[in-house]
């Protein structure tokens, strides 16, 4: 008997806005906009390609309500590319794609099955031998155990589940539908076709629970390698393989700075990285470059910051490899001897002396937010949702490293002050 091929794919957040994207000139901004329509396009051509006997999709195939129409015909287009090669569909919404979240719709080609909301549904690819289960989300958040309403595998067809879960919680992200493998294991199905967690990850392999992954990363929390499931059956015997589609690649390489004597050294430093970076197969690459080490120009480069950046971006337009998109140049060097001493005279010392008076009351604001300075946090909080500052990783943990920051750049003002005052005598 010939494999049965099945391609799985989930959480493909077609058109999700990539928030916080630093859109600087010579940026590969269209690139990385389009990633997620690009990714769903090279998904299709691996189905044809590979003459795949059906695609599932696990939720998530949009990323919430649709713009304009246009998200919902670019979908229709590319389904119907698989319409035409006779691959039929069968797919289930996710959280973000939930009934509730749709206010647009469109009809999808006839080789298309969406399984319901209201209760499990099953819809039997007949000349294949193949059952597949699954149940839509009516609304965003969905707490309850989907999957225990699914039906009894079908003993004589190969059953498979198609769910949107967190399964236990335990891989993080929101926790909606949540059930165990376990009871996944008792519905005797062949294979589970997952979605939600973002994260390639195969649960088990007897029987095959697996979460492909999305699409497509669209932030650096999402790097690596993305893409989606095949899996291959012989009989009951099924394998998987991932197959990588994505069409951005998110990195977040670091750059040793250790021993570097001055800021041109650790420029060419980022250069090397940046390099290898845009090496990986001609696919664009959105980096977040992470500068660490020991380096006595540590207070040089904190107290320029936006042209270390930008100056970064500039090494990554002549790389000649892949686009490079520079999203974020991040400080975390340390000085090479301590910046500053508190027992040490002139200037740095007196600055220092004045910054450990600081130290405690800061830490109290941070340790204090509960309470205390509540409408603090709850202007954070906002704040937040108003600059998607989670996307650009910057967390509380980074206020003591904006103190020394500060300390470096009122140092290095202080000094020019006092060199321009001395030189005017
Ligand atoms: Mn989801």
Redesign the pocket.
């Known amino acids: 008997m010939d494999d049965l091929r099945l391609l799985h794919a989930a959480?493909l957040h077609v058109d999700s806005p990539m928030r916080g994207l630093a859109a600087y000139d010579g940026a590969p901004v269209d690139e990385v906009r389009s990633a997620t329509r690009r990714a769903l396009s090279a998904l299709v051509d691996e189905a044809v390609r590979r003459s795949v006997h059906a695609v599932l999709l696990a939720?998530?195939l949009y990323d919430g309500t649709w713009r304009d129409f246009n998200t919902g015909l670019f979908v229709a287009s590319e389904l119907a590319r698989l319409h035409d090669a006779g691959i039929p569909v069968v797919l289930v919404h996710?959280?973000?794609d939930a009934e509730s979240q749709l206010t647009r719709r469109l009809r999808l080609p006839p080789n298309v099955t969406v399984l319901g909301s209201s209760a499990p549904e099953t819809t039997l690819l007949d000349d294949l031998g193949v059952a597949v289960h699954g149940q839509s989300y009516p609304t965003r958040a969905v707490v309850d155990d989907l999957a225990a309403g699914y039906p009894e595998a079908d003993p004589g067809l190969l059953n498979v589940g198609l769910l949107?879960t967190c399964l236990d919680g335990t891989l993080g992200?929101q926790p909606?539908a949540p059930c165990s493998t376990r009871a996944l294991r008792a519905k005797r199905y062949d294979y589970w076709a997952l979605?939600?967690v973002h994260e390639h990850r195969v649960v088990e392999r007897d029987p095959l629970i697996v979460f492909p992954g999305n699409l497509q990363g669209r932030h650096v929390r999402e790097a690596g390698p993305k893409g989606a499931v095949l899996a291959t059956f012989r009989g009951r015997q099924g394998s998987v393989e991932q197959l990588v589609v994505d069409q951005v690649r998110w990195e977040q390489p670091e750059v040793d700075c250790t021993g570097a004597s001055d800021v041109d050294e650790v420029l060419d430093r980022c250069r090397s990285v940046l390099e290898v970076a845009a090496d990986v197969d001609r696919r664009c690459v959105a980096v977040r470059l992470v500068l660490g080490g020991t380096t006595r120009c540590d207070a040089a480069l904190r107290s320029r910051q936006e042209w270390l950046t930008a100056e970064v971006r500039a090494a990554s337009l002549a790389t000649g490899g892949a686009p490079l998109l520079v999203e974020q140049v991040v400080l975390a060097t340390a000085p090479a001897r301590p910046l500053l001493d508190p027992g040490g005279g002139g200037l740095g010392g007196e600055l220092a002396r004045v910054l450990d008076e600081l130290r405690p009351s800061l830490a109290a604001v941070v340790a204090d937010e509960a309470g205390r300075l509540a409408p603090l946090a709850s202007l954070r909080a906002q704040l937040r949702a108003l600059c998607d500052l989670e996307a650009t990783g910057l967390g509380d943990e980074a206020l003591p490293g904006l103190l020394d920051d500060a300390a470096a750049l009122l140092l290095e003002r202080l000094a020019a002050a006092a060199e321009g005052r001395s030189r005017a005598h």
Do not use: K, L, P, V
Request: hydrophobic share 0%; no cysteine; aromatic share 10%.
């Open positions: 959480d939720g998530d996710g959280n973000h949107h992200h909606y979605g939600h």
